[in-house]
Structure formats: structure tokens, C-alpha cells
């Protein structure tokens, strides 16, 4: 059985799911390009709990898709890890980390058209997923990727 910390993740406290809805909305005028004939603000309306709801749907989507081409992914190669990162709420990336010898050898390159007809086939108006492949090494910075925002991992 995989060891997974992005499953986890949302049934720990560091990913709270249950939102309250937001008591009030925030507004703020963001003016409109001034024309001659339009000189009126115009008001945004900022609902936080609902963005927030967006982008912890989107994160289970993100770990539920990377999962699922990890197993598709361990068919033919030794796929060893997976690291995570939000960069938007709507907008997440995943490095794959797989065996030297898989990574450099010829089977392995028909690997990124499936990856790019995988992830087309999941993506929306508002999510967007990329997948990144790297061949392993025998230690991996952990701090390093944490600090560029790769806080989820999944490894078998």
C-alpha cells in the first residue's frame, strides 16, 4: 500500500475544509478604464469562503489526477514519487520522480504525449494541472522543494 501524504493532508489540520460562510462580503471600488463617456466605479465582491472552497476542491482534484497517472504511470516504469504545489488557487504543478534508467530510456518518451492527453482531459475554466518528470536521485532536497512550494508528496 503507497504511502500518501497528499490523501492525508486533507484529513489533517493543516487543510481545514469546513468553511463557515463568510458574514460579510468585502467590497472595493476598482475604478473602470477611464473613457469619455464611462467614469463610474466599478464594485468587486469578494466572497473568501467561496474562493477558499474553489481551491480546496481544486486541491483534491490535483491529488485525485496525479494519483491516478502515478498507478498508470507504474505499468511500464518505476515511478517512485510525486511532489505537489499550489501556485494559484486555480493552478497546481506535480513533479514526477522516476527511476534513472526508466527516465533516460526510449519507451519513456511517449510518456508526455500521455501525460498531455491525461491532464487535458481534466482540465477546466478554472483549474489548470502540469506535470513535470525528473529522474530519481538518492536524496532529494526535501527543504528545497518545500521552499519552492512543493508541500505534497505521495510515494509508494
Known sequence: MPKT???NILASNVVDIHFKPAEKKIEREKPIKETPL??????IVIEPAKIAQEAIGNLKKSMEICEGFFVQLNKNFDCKKIFLRLEARNRYDAIFVIKKSDFF?????????????????????????SFTFIPGTKTINRKTLSGAGYFFSYEK
Do not use: C, G, R
Open 5 to 7: 501524504y497528499m490523501s
Open 38 to 43: 464611462v467614469d463610474q466605479p466599478q464594485k
Open 105 to 129: 530510456s526510449d519507451k519513456f518518451v511517449k510518456t508526455y504525449s500521455e501525460a498531455i492527453k491525461f491532464i487535458e482531459e481534466k482540465k477546466s475554466s478554472n483549474f489548470d494541472l
